[in-house]
């Protein structure tokens, strides 16, 4: 029988020899990225909303990081999602706009640049580097970013759940199908067998189960990126029925099918979290939740606008902060639960982040990953397209308690009319500055964030300085990333003569001037308003082209106590003068002939609508001017 004094020299041994051992590598962090299509910052209870529902990522919010400040660099869907894939800003991607974009119009001043229709094969995607460094890589929902050749499959994913070229779902319940411009039926990639009037966002959640089970062992990449909440608005009949029906009232969230839509969205993301427990990967898995853009909050058929953004300006489609500015949410190992940060970051941001948290390098040959050709250029986009061309910094260390990024500014530019009503335009924003730049005009508009977006600051002489300084930052970024910019439109033919002789001046389509005039596309407004400063005024091209006597009609609309205003309308020295009556409401509109004016001649003329005197607090609101040809 060994003595006891043996077995402790062993053990002791045995102890030395395992100190010596390497430790176990920590498995590599899987992450998981929600890009919700359309949803607005303000769509969930963690960010202030009172009407929807969003338990399980009110709970997220808590258990990670949530960004105040975080930017979509788009206000539309698929240059943002290309952003994300490439850490690049769409201006250098030359993809500015939604797939395949808005054709031109003849009321449009500018012609829009020819964009990239695809995500480049020479680009270097998320993906990519993701799966050359072991990971599972797989897309789960809307691509958007290229048809046939572009699919998620050629740019770095091995699997591929409903993506293709579409930016709209065939259809929110299964059968998930449709017939193409072909005329022969097609259903959504990997979804052929769903049983019949399964929910869309279900379904999707189901396969993004079906791969993280499959992959529990593995790194993996999951680009979970849902088609809700964009139109149509379709949503299950019993989760509509949990909301009340509540008729619009401005600057309140109200509709019960995006709201229904909202929650069937939180419940996926639920899902997914408590699969991650259940497997025992949530330690090392990082979750992202963010959207493509603001929320749609423009009218685009029924039950639209989806959603309210207020107090953040306007929506979808614009470059003020309710097109901009998105949730995001994110947890993971090192990430301090219930952390704020005010730090302003974009999507271009995601790239390096992730990549920095999986360890991986930034740096890339200048071998193509095509066919390992060389780095060539392409005939819309003549610069070589590397990783050296970066427009993201990396937020690990701020996600992990350590410092926030260098100061930097960040940039916008959106060379289209969108189908929302916003205008072709660039911006920045530096610290809380930010400045909009208007292509058709080149009106600037400069805004202190933490005041909002009410009151225009450009001709404000104490922030001369600051004007010229940012414009030319936006101007020199421009420059560097090689950005298309647009062209006069040779069709141009603002408020032309209709056939019945009537010339109508819309309210969307005036040039404002000043420091609170705007347009203002709300529900049931569609006019001028905020016309509380007398300097600001606005303006109108139009043509004639058949001459005669006209008869001005305005339709307009002034609140109790508001009345009084004396208001000019001119066209070169003709002059019409017009004292504002009450209405009873700012929208409650009525139309009034205010005077006649004649034109002798053809051609185009500019109509200036300019305050006199204001004894009220505001002037009117003015949804149109029609100029009606004498019978």
Same mark, same amino acid.
């Given at each position: 029988?060994?003595?006891?004094?043996?077995? *402790? !020299? &062993?053990?002791? $041994?045995?102890?030395?020899? +395992?100190?010596?051992?390497?430790?176990?590598? =920590?498995? /590599?962090?899987?992450?998981?990225?929600?890009?919700?299509?359309?949803?607005?910052?303000?769509?969930?209870?963690?960010?202030?909303?009172?009407?929807?529902?969003?338990?399980?990522?009110?709970?997220?919010?808590?258990?990670?990081?949530?960004?105040?400040?975080?930017?979509?660099?788009?206000?539309?869907?698929?240059?943002?999602?290309?952003?994300?894939?490439?850490?690049?800003?769409?201006?250098?991607?030359?993809?500015?706009?939604?797939?395949?974009?808005?054709?031109?119009?003849?009321?449009? *001043? !500018? &012609?829009?640049? $020819?964009?990239?229709?695809? +995500?480049?094969?020479?680009?270097?995607?998320? =993906?990519? /580097?993701?799966?050359?460094?072991?990971?599972?890589?797989?897309?789960?929902?809307?691509?958007?970013?290229?048809?046939?050749?572009?699919?998620?499959?050629?740019?770095?994913?091995?699997?591929?759940?409903?993506?293709?070229?579409?930016?709209?779902?065939?259809?929110?319940?299964?059968?998930?199908?449709?017939?193409?411009?072909?005329?022969?039926?097609?259903?959504?990639?990997?979804?052929?067998?769903?049983?019949?009037?399964?929910?869309?966002?279900?379904?999707?959640?189901?396969?993004?189960?079906?791969?993280?089970?499959?992959?529990?062992?593995?790194?993996?990449?999951?680009?979970?990126?849902?088609?809700?909440?964009?139109?149509?608005?379709?949503?299950?009949?019993?989760?509509?029925?949990?909301?009340?029906?509540?008729?619009?009232?401005?600057?309140?969230?109200?509709?019960?099918?995006?709201?229904?839509?909202?929650?069937?969205?939180?419940?996926?993301?639920?899902?997914?979290?408590?699969?991650?427990?259940?497997?025992?990967?949530?330690?090392?898995?990082?979750?992202?939740?963010?959207?493509?853009?603001?929320?749609?909050?423009?009218?685009?058929?029924?039950?639209?606008?989806?959603?309210?953004?207020?107090?953040?300006?306007?929506?979808?489609?614009?470059?003020?902060?309710?097109?901009?500015?998105?949730?995001?949410?994110?947890?993971?190992?090192?990430?301090?639960?219930?952390?704020?940060?005010?730090?302003?970051?974009?999507?271009?941001?995601?790239?390096?982040?992730?990549?920095?948290?999986?360890?991986?390098?930034?740096?890339?040959?200048?071998?193509?990953?095509?066919?390992?050709?060389?780095?060539?250029?392409?005939?819309?986009?003549?610069?070589?397209?590397?990783?050296?061309?970066?427009?993201?910094?990396?937020?690990?260390?701020?996600?992990?308690?350590?410092?926030?990024?260098?100061?930097?500014?960040?940039?916008?530019?959106?060379?289209?009319?969108?189908?929302?009503?916003?205008?072709?335009?660039?911006?920045?924003?530096?610290?809380?500055?930010?400045?909009?730049?208007?292509?058709?005009?080149?009106?600037?508009?400069?805004?202190?964030?933490?005041?909002?977006?009410?009151?225009?600051?450009?001709?404000?002489?104490?922030?001369?300085?600051?004007?010229?300084?940012?414009?030319?930052?936006?101007?020199?970024?421009?420059?560097?990333?090689?950005?298309?910019?647009?062209?006069?439109?040779?069709?141009?033919?603002?408020?032309?003569?209709?056939?019945?002789?009537?010339?109508?001046?819309?309210?969307?389509?005036?040039?404002?001037?000043?420091?609170?005039?705007?347009?203002?596309?709300?529900?049931?407004?569609?006019?001028?308003?905020?016309?509380?400063?007398?300097?600001?005024?606005?303006?109108?091209?139009?043509?004639?082209?058949?001459?005669?006597?006209?008869?001005?009609?305005?339709?307009?609309?002034?609140?109790?106590?508001?009345?009084?205003?004396?208001?000019?309308?001119?066209?070169?020295?003709?002059?019409?003068?017009?004292?504002?009556?009450?209405?009873?409401?700012?929208?409650?509109?009525?139309?009034?002939?205010?005077?006649?004016?004649?034109?002798?001649?053809?051609?185009?003329?500019?109509?200036?609508?300019?305050?006199?005197?204001?004894?009220?607090?505001?002037?009117?609101?003015?949804?149109?001017?029609?100029?009606?040809?004498?019978?």
């Amino acid at each position: 029988m060994k003595s006891l004094s043996f077995f *402790r !020299l &062993a053990g002791s $041994l045995a102890a030395a020899f +395992l100190l010596q051992l390497p430790a176990a590598a =920590a498995p /590599k962090p899987n992450f998981i990225f929600f890009l919700i299509d359309d949803l607005g910052q303000r769509d969930l209870g963690c960010y202030g909303s009172k009407f929807y529902r969003t338990p399980h990522l009110d709970r997220m919010a808590t258990q990670g990081m949530k960004f105040t400040d975080a930017y979509a660099a788009c206000p539309v869907c698929s240059p943002t999602r290309a952003s994300i894939m490439t850490g690049k800003y769409p201006a250098r991607l030359h993809l500015t706009d939604w797939l395949p974009g808005r054709a031109d119009r003849p009321d449009q *001043r !500018l &012609a829009r640049p $020819l964009i990239n229709q695809q +995500l480049a094969l020479e680009e270097v995607t998320l =993906a990519e /580097k993701l799966k050359a460094a072991g990971y599972v890589t797989a897309h789960v929902g809307k691509w958007h970013l290229g048809g046939e050749g572009f699919e998620p499959e050629k740019q770095g994913f091995d699997i591929n759940i409903a993506g293709d070229h579409t930016g709209t779902p065939m259809s929110y319940f299964a059968p998930f199908g449709g017939k193409g411009k072909d005329g022969k039926q097609r259903f959504m990639r990997g979804l052929e067998q769903a049983p019949d009037g399964e929910y869309l966002t279900d379904r999707l959640t189901t396969e993004a189960e079906k791969i993280i089970a499959a992959n529990q062992d593995k790194p993996f990449f999951l680009y979970f990126a849902h088609y809700t909440v964009h139109t149509p608005l379709k949503a299950k009949a019993d989760t509509i029925a949990k909301y009340p029906q509540v008729a619009g009232k401005g600057g309140q969230q109200t509709n019960a099918i995006y709201a229904a839509m909202v929650e069937s969205m939180d419940d996926s993301v639920g899902r997914i979290l408590k699969q991650l427990d259940d497997l025992k990967l949530a330690d090392h898995t990082y979750v992202f939740f963010t959207s493509d853009n603001g929320g749609l909050a423009t009218v685009e058929g029924p039950s639209t606008p989806s959603t309210i953004n207020a107090p953040l300006r306007e929506g979808k489609g614009y470059l003020y902060e309710g097109g901009i500015r998105v949730p995001l949410l994110v947890r993971g190992p090192g990430i301090a639960a219930g952390s704020t940060t005010t730090n302003a970051m974009s999507s271009v941001d995601y790239f390096p982040t992730i990549l920095e948290l999986a360890g991986l390098p930034l740096v890339e040959s200048r071998e193509s990953k095509v066919e390992g050709k060389p780095v060539t250029p392409t005939a819309l986009d003549p610069r070589p397209s590397t990783l050296d061309q970066l427009d993201g910094v990396s937020l690990a260390p701020l996600l992990k308690g350590g410092p926030a990024p260098a100061a930097r500014p960040l940039f916008w530019h959106y060379p289209h009319y969108s189908n929302q009503g916003g205008k072709p335009g660039g911006a920045i924003r530096e610290d809380d500055f930010k400045l909009i730049e208007f292509y058709e005009t080149g009106r600037v508009e400069l805004f202190d964030l933490k005041s909002g977006e009410n009151r225009n600051l450009a001709e404000d002489p104490a922030h001369a300085a600051r004007v010229k300084a940012m414009v030319g930052k936006l101007d020199t970024w421009r420059i560097k990333t090689g950005a298309q910019m647009m062209q006069p439109n040779p069709n141009y033919h603002p408020s032309p003569q209709a056939a019945s002789g009537h010339i109508t001046m819309l309210g969307k389509d005036a040039d404002v001037h000043g420091a609170m005039l705007r347009f203002e596309p709300l529900p049931h407004k569609n006019t001028l308003g905020f016309w509380v400063n007398a300097a600001d005024w606005a303006s109108w091209d139009f043509e004639v082209s058949k001459p005669g006597k006209f008869t001005m009609e305005i339709t307009y609309g002034c609140g109790n106590g508001s009345g009084g205003s004396e208001v000019e309308f001119a066209v070169g020295p003709q002059r019409l003068m017009f004292k504002v009556e009450q209405t009873g409401g700012f929208q409650a509109f009525v139309k009034r002939d205010i005077g006649e004016m004649t034109f002798d001649q053809p051609g185009r003329y500019t109509l200036t609508v300019k305050p006199q005197s204001k004894p009220g607090p505001a002037v009117m609101d003015l949804p149109q001017v029609v100029l009606k040809a004498a019978k």
